[in-house]
C-alpha cells in the first residue's frame, strides 16, 4: 500500500449534526507509523477550510494560523509510539459541505524544526458512504434524431442535407495559417486520431477562403458530396469554421449511430456575444506553462475569446518583474520556513512557480493564434499578502494596528496615502503593459476589508482630505488615480464590481465583472457600467455540481449542476438600456479546491461548455437534450473521467 512508504498518516473527519454546524466537530488524527516514538511534535496542515483560532479545542493547542495553514500541538509530554494514533478536534470556520474542503495536505514538525510530509487522506464525512468524484461527469452521447451533429456551441443557422460516412480525417487545402494553427490544435488535443491527413491518406478535401462581408469571428459552411468549404473575413473565422467541421467529423466517426455528416448544404454563424471568456486563477494553485497552454486550447475548442489570467493574491505573486526579481524568487513560493507558508493543499517542500517574460509571450501568442485575448488581472489594493511581503517600501511604517481580509490575511491591503505605493505599482504595470498587447488590464479591486487602514495616520489623513469616511472611499480614490494612469497608457480598466463603490470609476473606460450574485449585474448595468456577468451561483467553477459530499468544490455561493449552468440567462429582465451595457459573459475559475487534476476536470467541464454555448449561441437555438447529448465529446485539460 502506498501508506506504507510514508512515516506518518494523517486522517480528518467531519461529523454534521442536527443542531447546527456550530454543534459538529471536526476531528484529525496523526498516526505514527514510524519505528521511533515522536514527542514535543506540532501537526501543520492546509486546506481550504480556515481553522477559528479563538474557538474552544480538544486535545491540542493552536500554535501557528495564516489563513486556511495551521499548526496544532499535542497536549505537553505527549509521546506518540510506533504505532498509535493521537486525536484532536478544532473548530472551523465554515460547515464542510464537500471532500475538498478539509484538510488536503498535513506535514509534521518535530523537535528540531523539520518538516516531514505525511500521508494525507481526504477528508471523511461520518454521513457519507458514496465514493468520491473525480474526473469529467459523463454526458451519454444523444440517442438517434436528438441532433444530427455534434457542435458545441451550436451555430446559428445550420442548412445542411444529406448522409455519408464519416470521413476519417480533413486534408485542408493552402498553407493559410488558420489550417496550421487548426492543425496544431488538434494534435494537441486528440493525439493519434489523425484528424488532419493529407490526399495520399484518405483525406476529405476542406478548401478555405479568406474574404467576403462577415464578421471578425463569423464564417460559412459550404458542403458538397465529396468536400467542404469554410468561408471567413479573418482568420479567426475560419478557424472557428474549421473547429465546427472537426467537432462534426468527430462525432460522426466515434458515433455514427447518433450522428452524420452532411453532403450538401450550409452552416452560416457567428456569436451572440463579443465578450466569451474564463478567468484563471494561478496563484491559489500554479499552473506550469504547458497546462496554461492547454487550457486555452480548450477554450478555443470551444470559441471562447476571452482569457482572464489571474497572476497575483495573498497566497502568491506569479510572473517575473525584472524591477523587483524578489517578486519570483519569494512571492512565488510556499513551503515550510519560508515567506509564504504551506496554503491551500502545499506541502511542506519548496513548491510554486512563476511565469517568466519569455513564458507569457509564448502563452500570449498562442492565445491570439486561437483566436483569444489575454488579459492580465494584479490584484489590488487587497489581496496584495504575498506583494507587501515581499517589497518592503509597500508597508505602512506608521499603521499602528491589525485588521484581517475574509480570507484571514493580515494587513494585506496596499494604502492609497502612500506615493511609493503608486510608484512600485506602476513600475509594475509598466512592465506588464508591455507583454500584454490587449486593450484591457484587470486590477481586481474586490474584497478589500472594510476596517483596511483604519489605524494608518495618513490614510485617514487622506480620508479626511477626499472627504470620505470608510475604505471604501478610499479604495476609489486608489483606483480612480490608477486607472487615469493605465488611461494614458491607452488601456482599458477592468475590475470586479467594488470598483463601483465609494464613488466607482471612470464609466467611459472601463468594464466591471460583476460577481457576488445575479443582481449585481443589471444594477452595474443600470448604473451605466460596461458589464461581463460572472455570478458565483452560476458561473464561479469552483463551486460543486451538487450539494453532496461526493463532489469537490466550494459551497459559499451555493452550487451549480451542468443544466443549472446552462439555463442560466445573463440578461434575463434586464431593460434595452441595461443591455446595450453587456459586453459578454465569463466563467470564473477559483483554483481553493483544484489540488488534484481529477477535482479540476470534474468543476471545470462541462461547466465551461455550457457557458460558452450561452455566450455564443442564439437563446432561441439553445437545448439542454441536445447540448448534453454532444458535449461528452469536448476536451478537458487532463482528459481525467470519473
Known amino acids: 500500500m502506498a501508506s506504507d512508504w510514508y512515516g506518518y498518516v494523517v486522517e480528518s473527519e467531519w461529523t454534521p449534526t442536527d443542531l447546527g454546524w456550530g454543534n459538529a466537530s471536526y476531528r484529525i488524527t496523526l498516526t505514527n507509523r514510524t519505528e521511533q516514538a515522536l514527542a514535543g511534535f506540532r501537526l501543520g496542515m492546509s486546506g481550504p477550510a480556515l481553522v477559528v483560532k479563538d474557538e474552544p479545542v480538544v486535545n491540542c493547542s493552536i500554535v501557528y494560523k495564516l489563513s486556511n495553514y495551521c499548526e496544532i500541538a499535542p497536549p505537553s509530554g505527549l509521546v506518540l509510539a510506533p504505532g498509535e494514533s493521537w486525536t484532536a478536534t478544532i ?40 465514493p468520491l468524484k473525480r474526473g ?19 451555430p446559428n443557422a445550420v442548412a445542411a442535407s444529406g448522409n455519408r460516412t464519416a470521413p476519417s480525417g480533413l486534408d485542408i487545402g493552402g498553407h493559410d495559417p488558420a489550417a496550421a494553427r ?50 471567413a473575413a479573418t482568420e479567426t473565422g475560419l478557424l472557428y469554421g474549421l473547429i465546427t467541421l472537426g ?131 494584479i490584484d489590488v489594493p487587497g489581496h496584495c499578502y504575498a506583494l507587501i511581503q515581499t517589497i518592503s517600501a509597500l508597508r505602512d511604517q506608521g499603521e499602528n494596528g491589525q485588521y484581517f481580509s475574509i480570507q484571514f490575511f493580515d494587513n494585506n491591503s496596499l494604502n492609497p496615502s502612500l506615493d511609493k505605493v503608486y510608484a512600485v505599482i ?118 460543486a455540481n451538487a450539494p453532496d459530499w461526493h463532489e469537490p468544490g466550494a459551497s459559499w455561493a451555493g452550487w451549480s449542476s451542468p443544466e443549472m449552468t446552462y439555463a442560466f440567462v445573463p440578461d434575463a429582465g434586464w431593460t434595452d438600456a441595461e443591455r446595450a451595457h453587456l459586453i459578454g459573459i465569463q466563467g470564473a475559475i477559483w483554483c481553493e479546491p483544484m489540488t488534484e487534476r481529477g477535482s479540476f476536470d470534474r468543476l471545470v467541464y462541462p461547466r465551461l461548455s455550457a457557458i460558452a454555448e450561452t455566450g455564443w449561441t442564439r437563446a432561441e437555438n439553445k437545448s439542454w437534450e441536445r447540448f448534453k447529448g454532444s458535449v461528452g465529446l469536448m476536451p478537458s485539460l487532463y482528459g481525467v473521467k470519473e
Request: glycine fraction near 10%; charge should be negative; proline fraction near 6%.
Open 426 to 543: 506602476q513600475t509594475i504595470f509598466a512592465e506588464l503593459l508591455e507583454l500584454f498587447p490587449a486593450p484591457w488590464f484587470h486590477v481586481g479591486a474586490d474584497e478589500v476589508p472594510h476596517d483596511a487602514w483604519d489605524t494608518s495616520p495618513q490614510a485617514q489623513a487622506l480620508m479626511s482630505k477626499v472627504g470620505g469616511s470608510e475604505a471604501l472611499n478610499l479604495q476609489a480614490y486608489f483606483l480612480q488615480r490608477l486607472q487615469a494612469w493605465l488611461t494614458s497608457m491607452g488601456k482599458v480598466t477592468g475590475a470586479w464590481e467594488e470598483a463601483s463603490e465609494g464613488g466607482g470609476i471612470d464609466k467611459a473606460n472601463s468594464y466591471l465583472v460583476g460577481w457576488r450574485n445575479v443582481e449585481a449585474n443589471q444594477r452595474l448595468a443600470g448604473e451605466g457600467y460596461n458589464v461581463v456577468v460572472a455570478p458565483a451561483q452560476r458561473y464561479y467553477l469552483d463551486m
Open 247 to 377: 467537432q462534426m467529423l468527430r462525432g460522426a466517426r466515434l458515433h455514427p449511430q447518433s450522428f452524420t455528416f452532411p453532403t450538401a448544404g450550409t452552416i452560416t454563424d457567428e456569436p451572440s456575444l463579443a465578450w466569451r471568456g474564463c478567468h484563471f486563477d494561478v496563484s491559489r494553485q500554479f499552473f506550469s506553462t504547458a497546462e496554461v497552454k492547454q487550457f486555452l486550447r480548450t477554450m478555443a475548442w470551444n470559441k471562447l475569446n476571452r482569457f482572464h489570467w489571474h497572476l497575483s493574491d495573498d497566497e502568491s505573486w506569479r510572473v517575473e518583474i525584472d524591477a523587483y526579481p524578489e517578486l519570483t524568487s519569494k512571492a512565488a513560493w510556499r513551503g515550510h520556513g519560508m515567506t509564504i507558508p504551506p496554503l491551500l493543499g502545499s506541502g511542506p517542500e519548496r513548491s510554486g512557480g512563476y511565469y517568466t517574460k519569455q513564458a507569457v509571450r509564448q502563452i500570449v501568442a498562442l492565445g491570439q493564434d486561437l483566436g483569444i485575448e489575454t488579459v492580465p488581472e
Open 136 to 154: 469529467v461527469m459523463p454526458m451519454p452521447v444523444a440517442a438517434p434524431g436528438v441532433a444530427p451533429y455534434a457542435i458545441v456551441p451550436w
Open 91 to 130: 473548530a472551523l470556520s465554515f460547515p464542510l459541505k464537500h471532500w475538498t474542503d478539509g484538510a488536503v495536505t498535513a506535514m509534521v514538525v518535530t523537535s528540531d524544526g523539520k518538516a516531514h510530509a505525511t500521508l494525507t487522506r481526504p477528508a471523511g464525512n461520518a454521513g457519507s458512504t458514496v
Open 182 to 231: 487548426f492543425a496544431d490544435l488538434v494534435n494537441h488535443l486528440f493525439p493519434g486520431e489523425g484528424l488532419i491527413r493529407d490526399a495520399a491518406e484518405g483525406g476529405y478535401p476542406v478548401a478555405l477562403e479568406l474574404g467576403g462581408d462577415f464578421g471578425a469571428e463569423a464564417y460559412a459552411l459550404g458542403f458538397a458530396a465529396d468536400r467542404a468549404t469554410v468561408k
